[in-house]
């Protein structure tokens, strides 16, 4: 997988876009990184056809809370 980082200045804050680094496993994946922020989308796509009739979608959130020292 090709490793690709690109860094970009939008709105006077510095983003990262890193690609291949991660999710190895996936189709496609991306890093963005602004500020002590990342966010990962990942994306998996199936080799047969699908006529299911819609796009079943799924959102993990999850937030984590001890990064930044608070232990529930």
Same mark, same amino acid.
């Given at each position: 997988? +090709?490793?690709? %980082? ?7 804050? $510095?983003? /990262? ?9 996936? $189709?496609?994946?991306? #890093?963005? %990184?602004? %500020?002590? /922020?990342?966010? #990962?989308? /990942?994306? !998996?796509?199936?080799? *047969?056809?699908? $006529?299911?009739?819609?796009l079943? #979608?799924? !959102? $993990?959130y *999850? *937030? +984590? ?8």
């Amino acid at each position: 997988m +090709k490793k690709i %980082e690109n860094k970009v200045n939008i709105g006077g804050k $510095d983003i /990262t876009l890193s690609s291949g680094m991660l999710a190895g496993q996936a $189709d496609g994946s991306i #890093l963005v %990184e602004s %500020e002590g /922020t990342a966010v #990962l989308a /990942t994306c !998996v796509v199936s080799k *047969e056809p699908s $006529d299911l009739g819609h796009l079943p #979608l799924m !959102v $993990d959130y *999850e *937030e +984590k809370f001890y990064a930044s020292g608070k232990i529930s």
